[in-house]
Nanobody, 125 residues
Framework: QVQLVESGGGLVQAGGSLRLSCAAS????????MGWFRQAPGKEREFVAA????????YYADSVKGRFTISRDNVKNTVSLQMNSLKPEDTAVYYC??????????????????WGQGTQVTVSS
């Protein structure tokens, strides 16, 4: 079992930056693919970014590619999402996700069973 706690959300103007963090406890996240999802009001939850257990591979939704960067530190047991050039459409609750599936399955859309409580990101016009 893995407990995940997100932090770093807040209110930022369009074009600004935020860095989200996901702290894991219970078990290490080493050996698990990690990802970020988000859900905007009235919208379905959508994939944002994923990183392989070693950090050697990343995958991004087209909507955030080139603006967001996912990273991990398996020693500190944390995952981060650096968000630059934020847009109002990035406004959502962002969730951290831990996945025991193989990397190719994660890229194919398989979601892990472990979620954080979410952190709110609001981007003003």
């Amino acid at each position: 079992q893995v407990q995940l706690v997100e932090s770093g959300g807040g209110l930022v103007q369009a074009g600004g930056s935020l860095r989200l963090s996901c702290a894991a406890s219970g078990r290490t996240i080493s050996g698990r693919q990690m990802g970020w999802f988000r859900q905007a009001p009235g919208k379905e939850r959508e994939f944002v970014a994923a990183i392989s257990w070693s950090g050697g591979s990343t995958y991004y939704a087209d909507s955030v590619k080139g603006r967001f960067t996912i990273s991990r530190d398996n020693v500190k047991n944390t995952v981060s999402l650096q968000m630059n050039s934020l847009k109002p459409e990035d406004t959502a609750v962002y969730y951290c996700n831990a996945n025991q599936a193989a990397w190719r399955a994660v890229v194919g859309g398989i979601q892990g069973d472990y979620w954080g409580q979410g952190t709110q990101v609001t981007v003003s016009s």
